[in-house]
């Protein structure tokens, strides 16, 4: 038997491999350095190496001792990465802004010419608008490379492995740790950013590094989305099996129809979303009320409003099981009561009996929307997406873009992990997404669970 | 309720009747809508089928063939050498035999243009023929010994955002003519094929020796223009009484009928003509009529006196590639003539009295079998999107409608096995896109249900047993204390995402196995023994080391067990791999024993999607066990017998119809299970029950397939057809566990 180790070599720009095996009979020695240096980097993935200088403007900055050299590192680090966060806000923010209205003025054009309503002095209007936006877009291009040539200013000279000086551009470099340097609590801080990194920033590199903060805000948005959907389906048809369906043939074929529902495969929902939701409904969405628009899709493609619907009736079935359960644990006493008091049977459903099982209605929500959060295969046909390049919430009218493709948090994980061209590379990054996902849905479950028990305890009390 | 309402209304003073009108109409508003909403759940799922089937209905629709129009001909026409559409079926055209084009317009029935070809006085044109129908080429042979080539073409332009079609007779060679020989006055039986790069030209001279000429295009870097170069070689022993020849388009093979033999030659290279193989197309009293290629010109379609229609086309023996007869279509009707689609492996029939027929090659069904009102057609051509047919017959151009978007489908195609085009036998496969353009989608289901199949089966092998023994033990042994905190884990287990799983095994779990084959097996065997050893050992012991042990330890006391087994088996598996597999399982297993080994396999997806299964199995069957009614098995053991007979002959009897829709819930989820399928097997078709081997599932297809599939082709199509299949399966599982459930629920409450 032998050791084989898998290592990760980084520099990737300089050996091409990532990753590769060595036997453990094939070590002559091993060292730590004290003073090697991680650099995460927006491109290339890490840099592992030795820092020598910082250069400023073409010209090696003078250093004393390491201690100097360390604290340069993070003031210019420090001051790059201020540049290109606001290069990067500007990018995306405010010039994302004007790409949204011009869009959106060469739209209402293309309306106006296709009812037949463009007056030339409509057509000046557009024409000044588009000019206006066009100057202010100028302005802020030329802002954004002010920026970026400020970013680009200082670069950094490190050792790499095999002893030679390599420089590197302050501008790709997002962090820099000398991890043997590092006491527990300060490995507890950097494992601790590494976490908040990995919760809000964007993914990088095909999705193999940087984080999943567009997934969980997709995840999240549409999974909310559903639940404010299923919610008063479920419920409304919970209680007309549980309160106002006779014994008859038509409520057991009601109970079979759930029952399917709960039992018809996912992907099945997924494919009969995007015949009818996407290509019927979507399409003529489109061709109803935005034909400026066409051939490009808005509605008529998968995005996250149909990827709701369809978890919607996905999910219908959770609610409907669970606010039955909580309808029949109301004991029948208190229901006789109100009635007996001349209340009307709405007024009883109103007043006494929803208000008793909306825990259970919450139950049955908190289960839909677990359920919904693990749910892939069909989004994969109904709108989800391996990168979107915006989110489905922004600062530009109408701020909800219910058309938008999503990405999702469990499709991602099956994307990075089975449909990624470094598997290797990003297996940390599948696994910490995976652990995200069952945190998140086992906690929704044992909440779920616990107002479940909770609610039995309480009628039980009730009862006796 | 409603009457006691109105008694009540009827005694209420005059000031609150508006009051209890309100009241009346909110009562009656909640009542409609509660209804609606419960209703609405039966129609979502009404929706679902009915969706599917709408869209799933058209590829089993049958063609039809609709007339559009007739075009009258001038009088004198000569006989017909090819017929044609433009892509808009806009414009109908016609060849005569002499070359002269004539283009109609198919709504005014205008003549749009009339062209002749220009030729020198005293020339004849003195042979014709065709290209494959997708090309719209022909060439003529004149009798002064040269050969032109033309070719239809529709230029389109947008004068005013309005589409003009205008057609024009192309001479796709700058000389416009290839001279064969200045002394060649009788050439007959001319075939051609034609690319920018090179022509083939074969032909009779003077009913006698068979000619091949090829010319090779040599462009001229410095001039910027062309010339061509030319071969020609005599095709040595070819017949000399020849019926019909033909020509592949990628000018490869030349194929020449005389009487019941079909000869094919080789003829890729001018300087090694060779006779490749004689077809015998004998076929008793019946005499051959015609041969033809169908499109894609790989297979041979050769048409007898009676109507009968036989498809050859090449298939590998030892004798390198040979054309092999395949199967033949009933036509009884006599065939004037037969027209081939552009694309697809359609062909379409008609006989002297006007009886239509279309084929479909592939899956060797007659799509449409209809009397036309002609008689004598002289020539047939489709348009080229296939949705149009023109025939002549009696100096008239006929045109037709055809409706027949999906001919490649049929019954026999998705579930039985077919013989494509170069393949070696009959096959089920599964393969619906590919890279080249000339390619025939094959559809087969089979590959897939029976993947969908392979997987429940052997995710139902490791959930089933654990399942329901498990629940057996929660149900009716275990303390309520324990109970109560299993039941919750089995039902987060539940919950748990399948993708996460999908990707544990696919990752984790596979390398793991294929690393610790041994290990496995050996889990397999040793954890059921060792287990049931345990428990004689407990039996064993005396009772009064039992009682010391409190009720949670003995409950639990499996636990260590198992770790201790699992520990071992991982611990000696590299030991029995170097013992009894020479040192590497999967070796063994590939050369030894003949399997083929994939890392992604049945085993992997059997454990994973297993525990998918387990807690539908494990909850339904525990509720069922649970429910039983306390008397009967206080009852029977009231009555002396042991626990184990009442748990046997009591309990179990009496929930089985629980058990059993418990099993058949779990084969529901099983079988529509998307991603541990997709993340954990190959996805390849495989169709073997081999643990060691992958497969491919309706589900996971679907999920692979579906985002990239055309709106309304066929592929989308029978796609939607394996989400219908799935849909069937799982409806029938559920339905019929619902059914059962309901009953013993009835049957519990009456004991």
């Known amino acids: ?464 | 309720m409603e009457h006691q309402a109105d008694h009540l209304h009827r005694q209420l003073p005059p000031f609150l009747v508006a009051k209890s009108n309100r009241r009346r109409m909110i009562e009656k508003l909640t009542q409609v809508g509660v209804t609606l909403g419960g209703v609405l759940v039966f129609v979502a799922l009404l929706m679902i089928f009915l969706y599917l089937l709408y869209v799933v209905k058209p590829i089993f629709d049958d063609a039809s063939v609709k007339p559009i129009t007739e075009i009258s001909l001038q009088a004198s026409a000569e006989a017909p050498l090819m017929l044609g559409f433009d892509e808009q079926n806009q414009i109908v055209y016609r060849v005569s035999t002499t070359g002269a084009v004539s283009f109609y317009d198919v709504v005014s029935h205008h003549l749009i243009s009339d062209i002749q070809i220009p030729l020198a006085t005293g020339v004849k044109v003195v042979s014709s023929s065709l290209a494959s129908a997708s090309e719209q080429l022909y060439a003529l042979g004149l009798s002064n010994g040269e050969v032109l080539i033309a070719a239809i073409k529709f230029s389109v332009s947008y004068p005013n955002n309005q589409r003009q079609i205008t057609p024009v007779v192309d001479f796709p060679l700058a000389a416009k003519k290839l001279v064969l020989a200045h002394d060649v006055a009788d050439l007959s039986g001319l075939v051609f094929g034609y690319n920018p790069q090179q022509v083939s030209l074969v032909y009779q001279l003077g009913n006698d020796q068979w000619q091949l000429t090829r010319f090779n295009r040599e462009a001229n870097i410095t001039t910027d223009t062309a010339a061509w170069t030319r071969v020609q070689t005599p095709i040595a022993h070819a017949p000399k009484f020849v019926t019909q020849q033909l020509m592949t388009p990628d000018q490869r093979q030349l194929l020449l009928q005389s009487g019941d033999n079909l000869f094919v030659y080789d003829i890729q290279h001018v300087n090694a003509i060779r006779l490749l193989q004689v077809i015998d197309i004998k076929r008793d009293e019946d005499k051959v009529s015609m041969v033809s290629l169908l499109a894609g010109a790989s297979s041979v379609l050769v048409t007898y006196q009676s109507g009968e229609v036989r498809q050859y086309f090449q298939v590998s023996s030892e004798h390198g590639r040979m054309y092999q007869f395949i199967r033949h279509f009933d036509n009884t009707a006599h065939v004037a003539t037969l027209a081939t689609e552009f694309y697809r492996k359609t062909f379409a029939t008609i006989s002297p009295q006007g009886l239509l027929g279309l084929w479909y090659t592939t899956s060797n069904s007659q799509l449409l079998n209809q009397q036309l009102a002609l008689t004598h057609p002289q020539a047939m051509a489709f348009s080229p999107r296939s949705n149009a047919l023109v025939i002549e017959a009696n100096n008239k151009l006929h045109l037709y409608q055809v409706e027949n978007s999906h001919p490649e489908v049929s019954w026999s195609a998705l579930w039985q096995k077919v013989w494509y085009e170069s393949y070696p036998e009959p096959q089920y496969v599964w393969q619906s896109t590919s890279a080249t353009e000339d390619f025939e989608a094959k559809l087969s289901l089979t590959p897939l249900v029976f993947g969908t199949m392979k997987a429940a089966l052997y995710a139902m092998l490791f959930a089933t047993p654990l399942a329901i023994a498990g629940a057996i033990y929660t149900a009716y042994f275990m303390s309520a204390k324990l109970r109560n905190v299993v039941k919750p884990t089995i039902e987060i287990m539940e919950a748990l995402p399948t993708v996460i799983l999908g990707f544990l095994a696919g990752l984790w779990l596979a390398p793991l196995v294929e690393d610790n084959l041994p290990a496995i097996l050996l889990l397999l065997v040793l954890l059921p023994v060792s287990i049931l050893c345990f428990a004689f050992a407990w039996f064993k012991l005396p009772l009064a080391v039992k009682q010391k042990v409190p009720e949670l330890m003995q409950e639990l006391m499996l636990i260590p067990l198992v770790l201790l087994v699992g520990w071992l088996s991982f611990k000696v598996s590299p030991l029995i791999e170097t013992w009894l597999f020479d040192g590497d399982t999967r070796q063994f297993i590939t050369h030894e024993l003949g399997f083929s080994f994939n890392q992604r396999n049945a085993l992997i997806v059997g454990i994973a999607m297993g525990f998918a299964v387990i807690p539908t199995i494990f909850s339904i069957a525990e509720d069922a066990i649970y429910s039983v009614p306390r008397h009967l098995s206080n009852g029977s053991l009231a009555l002396g017998a042991t626990q184990w007979q009442t748990l046997t002959r009591v309990v179990l009897l009496t929930a089985s119809p629980g058990i059993f829709s418990a099993v058949m819930m779990g084969l529901g989820r099983a079988v529509g299970e998307t991603m541990i399928v997709l993340m954990a097997t190959g996805n390849t078709g495989i169709m073997k029950w081999s643990a060691f081997e992958g497969m491919r599932t309706l589900a996971a297809n679907i999920a692979v397939e579906m985002p990239e599939s055309a709106i309304a082709s066929s592929h989308y199509r029978v796609l939607f057809l394996a989400a219908f299949v799935l849909f069937i399966f799982t409806f029938v599982f559920n339905t019929v566990a619902e059914v059962v459930r309901q009953r013993l629920r009835e049957r519990y409450s009456a004991l």
């Open chain 1, 1 to 464: 038997m032998v050791t084989r180790y898998l290592v990760k070599t980084g520099n990737r720009e300089l050996v091409g491999l990532d990753f590769r095996w060595i036997l453990a009979t094939n070590i002559r020695s091993r060292i730590e350095p004290k003073d090697i240096a991680i650099i995460e980097r927006s491109k290339n993935g890490f840099f592992y190496g030795f820092p020598v200088a910082v250069v400023e403007n073409g010209q090696r900055l003078p250093t004393t001792d390491k201690q100097q050299l360390a604290q340069q590192l993070a003031a210019n680090i420090s001051r790059v990465s201020t540049l290109v966060d606001e290069a990067k806000s500007l990018q995306k923010h405010d010039i994302g802004n004007i790409n949204y209205q011009l869009e959106q003025l060469r739209l209402d054009e293309r309306a106006d010419k296709l009812n037949g309503s463009l007056t030339s002095a409509k057509q000046h209007a557009y024409l000044a608008q588009t000019e206006a936006l066009q100057q202010s877009y100028k302005i802020l291009e030329q802002a954004l490379f002010e920026l970026r040539a400020q970013a680009s200013r200082d670069s950094i000279v490190m050792l790499d492995m095999s002893g030679k000086e390599v420089s590197l551009k302050l501008n790709t470099v997002l962090d820099l740790t000398y991890p043997n340097q590092l006491n527990w609590l300060q490995k507890l801080a950097q494992w601790g950013s590494g976490l908040a990194k990995f919760v809000v920033d964007d993914p990088r590199e095909a999705n193999t590094e940087g984080g999943v903060f567009p997934a969980i805000f997709g995840t999240v948005f549409m999974v909310m989305l559903m639940a404010v959907i299923v919610m008063p389906f479920g419920v409304v048809a919970a209680i007309y099996l549980h309160e106002y369906a006779s014994k008859g043939p038509i409520t057991k074929i009601i109970r079979i129809a759930v029952i399917n529902l709960a039992g018809v495969p996912s992907i099945v929902y997924g494919v009969f979303g995007l015949g009818f939701f996407v290509y019927m409904v979507g399409g003529s969405i489109d061709n109803l009320f935005y034909p400026e628009a066409l051939p490009t899709p808005t509605f008529g493609s998968p995005g996250v409003l149909w990827s709701a619907l369809t978890l919607a009736i996905l999910t219908l079935p959770v609610v409907i099981v669970s606010t039955e359960e909580g309808l029949s644990r109301i004991p029948s006493s208190i229901r006789q009561g109100s009635l007996a008091l001349g209340a009307t049977k709405a007024e009883t459903l109103w007043r006494i009996v929803l208000p008793m099982a909306s825990p259970a209605i919450m139950t049955g929500l908190i289960l839909a929307v677990a359920r919904a959060a693990g749910e892939v295969a069909p989004l994969m046909l109904v709108g989800v997406v391996k990168l979107a390049p915006t989110l489905p919430v922004d600062l530009n009218f109408p701020f909800v873009h219910l058309e938008r493709k999503f990405m999702h948090l469990g499709f991602h994980i099956y994307d990075v992990g089975f449909q990624s061209p470094n598997v290797e590379a990003a297996r940390p990054l599948v696994y910490a997404t995976s652990f995200l996902l069952v945190t998140v849905i086992v906690a929704l479950n044992l909440t779920a669970i616990g107002i479940r028990n909770h609610l039995r305890e309480k009628y039980r009390a009730l009862e006796s």
